[in-house]
């Protein structure tokens, strides 16, 4: 199983980023799928999740508005598509899939893209 996460950088204030998360060695479509992160010094937190289908989506409050999470099944891949960036965005970035099974859940994560949002 893999989750690589790609598309994070150095970006200026009020700057835009696209990450993207490409899963292999599990049935990615049957997965809800999340974007979490964490900064320096501070517990990790969702960002943003969307169903296994891509029918629903759901976002911290601190990002509403700002970013888009989407997903294609075909290409086994997640997006993050993050604009007007801030300051309090910078953080490492992780991808997630998580599934219900019958005796235990699955979870699966990425190792992570830095996003640093500076002047």
Known sequence: VQLVESG?????????????CAASGFTFSFYHMSWYRQA?????????????AGGST??????????TISRDNAKNTIYLQMN??????????YCNGHA????????????GTQVTVSS
């Open 8 to 20: 994070g950088g150095l970006v200026q204030p009020g700057g835009s980023l696209r990450l993207s």
């Open 40 to 52: 320096p010094g501070k517990e990790r937190e969702l960002v943003a999740a969307i169903t296994s």
């Open 58 to 67: 759901n976002y911290a409050d601190s990002v509403k508005g700002r970013f």
């Open 84 to 93: 007007s960036l801030k300051p309090e965005d910078t953080a490492v970035y």
């Open 100 to 111: 219900r099974g019958v005796l235990r859940d699955f979870d699966y994560w990425g190792q």
